[in-house]
Every structure is written in C-alpha cells, then in structure tokens.
Nanobody
Framework: EVQLVESGGGLVQAGGSLRLSCAAS????????IGWFRQAPAKERESVGC????????WYVESVKGRFTISSDNATNTIYLHLNNLKPEDTAVYYC??????????????????WGQGTQVTVSS
C-alpha cells in the first residue's frame, strides 16, 4: 500500500520556522521525485517545489525561494520541507506527493494516487 504521511505542521509566528516531514512507503522511493504542494483557504492548490529522484536537484516556486528548502533522507525514505522566515501568506495545508520532478523545467507532475493527507501550517502576524 502506497503511503505518504506528512507531519510537522503547526502554529507559528511570522518570521518563525517549521520543518515538515513526508514519510514514504509502499513504493520504490528512488523511482519517484517528491513534490510539496499547498492549498490555502478559498485558493487553488499550488506547487511549492520538488526534489528530483535522479540527482536530488530541487526547484522552488518564486514566492518561497530563499526561505524554503527541500531535503531527502534516503535511508528513511523521508523528504523534508524546511520553512524559514514564514509569512502569514504561507498559511495553508501542505501536501507531499510522488511523481516526476524536473527542476530544469520547473515542473512537478504528481501521480493521482500518490498523495499524503496534508498537514496544516498556520502563520500568525
């Protein structure tokens, strides 16, 4: 059974930091890139960034560049999203998903059936 389980969300003040985790199981971890997405209330889901399975290269959406970092622990099949200098507009449910990540194309295509349940991040001003 494919599982992606996010954790680490919470309430933080503006300027603060969080580390989200995405624990993957049920598929060959190295075969898929992992992407992070977020959805704020009344807004469409957007890509945050992704990490390639081939060389661990990364891509980030412009609004989080320099503040968010994606890292991978292949020993534990866990992907992390480090969120720094958080802003109220970062408030959203954050999801991880497995699929194809092509940083050079600034693209992440997630499989429909390889998504986590999400974790809430709330940033207060």
């Amino acid at each position: 059974e494919v599982q992606l389980v996010e954790s680490g969300g919470g309430l933080v003040q503006a300027g603060g930091s969080l580390r989200l985790s995405c624990a993957a199981s049920g598929f060959t971890f190295g075969d898929y890139g992992i992407g992070w997405f977020r959805q704020a209330p009344a807004k469409e889901r957007e890509s945050v960034g992704c990490i390639s399975s081939s060389d661990d290269s990364t891509w980030y959406v412009e609004s989080v560049k320099g503040r968010f970092t994606i890292s991978s622990d292949n020993a534990t099949n866990t992907i992390y999203l480090h969120l720094n200098n958080l802003k109220p507009e970062d408030t959203a449910v954050y999801y991880c998903a497995a699929g194809i990540c092509v940083p050079s194309e600034q693209a992440m295509a997630a499989r429909d059936d390889f998504w986590g349940q999400g974790t809430q991040v709330t940033v207060s001003s």
